[in-house]
């Protein structure tokens, strides 16, 4: 970029000075990096393109840089003393080029940093100042932008999604030979409101069914919107928190709307953490209605018996993907263990895994910015090696972020696997009720009675 205005280097550090007035953590953690490196071998960018440019310590030090030129007095005054540099054209467009284009916000590299610096926090409050200024890539954007508009970040017209829930209903009447069978649209006074990431409509629809299948086997009784069924908040990285509170406040309109008791999260890792986690912060007020993720809702059907399966069915070597926002920064680490490993006779882990796995490179809008895929594809580079190592045939992962990610990397690095949901799998590892039984109705099932061994407070951050 060749300039930037008045006006959005004014908008920039206002923002920064409101959050260093109401934010104690930001100032804290500006100043906490004490530059010893130790970061870097952390991260996929760096790990991948030996560039320095990529190192944690020095994204965060982009935005500590402009809090020490305007808001210190050294660095007003002796600005080449102390690393302060102007928030200038060349600045902003280093500061995309990292913050947008050079980090995926995993977390990796702060269970990594001697201190615990929060690089991923300062990372999206450097995101927050891009936003103000209008420099989010135009693609991310995009993908905002029909959320806003459309209800989803695809903007799959409502038609086309109601003809696919409905063929995808008739396939699944046809597997269960049974008629009541449903896919339930909009219904009123349901136990829970099911949420999708809009990739499985238009591409991965077979991930709906598998599901569906799993409310069946269950007698669970469960609706979907045809309007705002979208999981996805890509708000939570483009910067702009108003847009992403618009996103969070369509879910909990929804749930309000349709009288469900329990809004379950689709399998997606930032969807997951942007609602349970975030919303109440966006929206400013607590969540009135329990809230859950698809992959703790099948633990507990598993554990309570609600759902028999077998792992015997599922006897190709599986391994696991742990996807960044529902296990480093989600706590999901050991239920999502439980469901995998109820579900395959045979299991084996990557290495690293757990809290210390590597992203698939996918996260913190990747996916959604064209404008850096060969970077993208670049660090996952680093997956296909964790694959590989494994043996294994099939890698499962609760998270179509991470399953779009592993496609590509699978793909671009012929590895010659298979990507499959935690839905999927469990889906396939069903021990069926009859058909006959007074259990075939999810609809009318008492779903409530059943114990909630992992019922978590929606406020509440594991």
């Not at 399966?309 to 680490?333: A, E, F, S, Y």
Request: hydrophobic share 35%.
């Amino acid at each position: 970029m060749d300039t930037i205005t008045k006006e959005q280097r004014k908008a920039a550090l206002d923002l920064m000075k409101a959050n260093l007035a109401s934010d104690s953590k930001f100032q804290t953690h500006l100043n906490a990096c004490v530059r010893c490196g130790l970061c870097a071998t952390s991260c996929m960018y760096y790990i991948a393109f030996k560039d320095p440019k990529y190192i944690p310590g020095r994204k965060v030090n982009l935005v500590s840089s402009i809090y020490r030129r305007y808001f210190t007095p050294e660095g007003k005054y002796f600005p080449s003393l102390f690393n302060a540099r102007n928030l200038d054209a060349e600045m902003a467009e280093e500061m995309v080029d990292c913050l947008f284009g050079g980090c995926t916000m995993c977390g990796r590299c702060v269970k990594h940093c001697s201190i615990g610096v929060d690089v991923s926090y300062i990372v999206k409050k450097g995101r927050e100042m891009l936003a103000v200024m209008g420099l989010v890539p135009k693609t991310l954007q995009a993908t905002v932008d029909a959320a806003i508009n459309t209800g989803n970040n695809m903007a799959i017209p409502t038609e086309e999604f109601v003809d696919t829930i409905k063929w995808m209903e008739e396939e699944l009447q046809d597997e269960m030979g049974d008629p009541k069978a449903n896919i339930p649209l909009d219904e009123t006074n349901r136990h829970i409101i099911y949420t999708l990431n809009p990739r499985e409509p238009k591409f991965f629809p077979l991930s709906i069914s598998a599901m569906a299948k799993v409310f069946y086997a269950a007698g669970e009784s469960w609706t979907l919107s045809s309007k705002y069924y979208d999981v996805t908040n890509y708000g939570f990285f483009n910067g702009n928190n108003e847009e992403a509170a618009k996103i969070a406040g369509y879910l909990y309109d929804e749930t309000h709307r349709l009288k469900a008791d329990k809004l379950v999260l689709g399998e997606c890792g930032h969807g997951s953490r942007a609602s349970r986690w975030e919303g109440p912060n966006l929206l400013k007020k607590a969540y009135d209605f329990e809230m859950t993720t698809a992959l703790e809702l099948m633990a507990e059907y598993i554990r309570t018996g609600r759902i028999k399966v077998d792992k015997t069915k599922n006897q190709t070597l599986c391994t696991l993907h742990d996807p960044c926002n529902l296990v480093r920064n989600g706590g999901l680490l050991e239920e999502m263990r439980f469901v995998v490993k109820s579900c395959v006779a045979n299991f084996v882990e990557m290495t690293p895994h757990g809290n210390d796995n590597f992203c698939c490179g996918g996260g913190g809008g990747q996916l959604a910015m064209s404008e850096y895929n060969e970077r993208r594809l670049k660090i996952g580079g680093i997956k296909a090696d964790q694959i590989k190592a494994t043996g294994a045939k099939i890698v499962i992962t609760p998270c179509h972020n991470c399953v779009d990610q592993l496609m590509q990397i699978n793909h671009t690095y012929k590895l010659g696997v298979t990507i499959k949901t935690v839905a999927e799998i469990v889906a396939d590892a069903l021990v069926l009720p009859d058909p006959a039984s007074p259990h075939d109705n999810p609809a009318d099932t008492a779903a409530e009675t059943v114990a909630d061994p992992l019922h978590t407070d929606s406020n509440s951050s594991k």
